[in-house]
């Protein structure tokens, strides 16, 4: 489509028809804010995005087997049952050890 400058007058002498000549600078503000407050918007959702973890393919690739797990030699003596705060830090405790185990699996 290739305006040219005819058709663009009309265009905008049609504006000034329907809207009014006064009514004209309050409407383009408006729009000039609604662009701007648009604009900040899709810039916080592309950010939002690159801050979420991308989802990798998994590979065709034969899975490398797990490392051997260590069987003590002897079993141990059963431990004094913990409270609950002491379960949830243990448990806290351990998924932090996964999580850096599996960071450092994912690292070429």
């Known amino acids: 489509m290739n305006l040219g400058a005819p058709e663009i007058i009309l265009i905008l002498v049609a504006l000034v028809l329907l809207f009014g000549a006064k009514k004209l600078p ?4 408006g729009v000039g804010r609604s662009l701007r407050i648009f604009k900040a918007e899709t810039s ?9 973890p991308t989802v990798v393919q998994a ?7 797990a490392p051997p797990q260590q069987i003590p030699a002897a079993h141990p003596a059963p431990a004094p049952e913990l409270s609950a705060e002491e379960q949830a830090r ?19």
Do not use: Y
């Open 26 to 29: 309050d409407l383009a503000r």
């Open 44 to 52: 916080k959702m592309t950010e939002d995005d690159d801050d979420k």
């Open 59 to 65: 590979k065709t690739e034969q899975p490398q087997p």
């Open 90 to 108: 243990r448990l806290e405790e351990e998924a932090a050890r996964l999580r850096a185990g599996a960071q450092a699996d994912k690292r070429p």
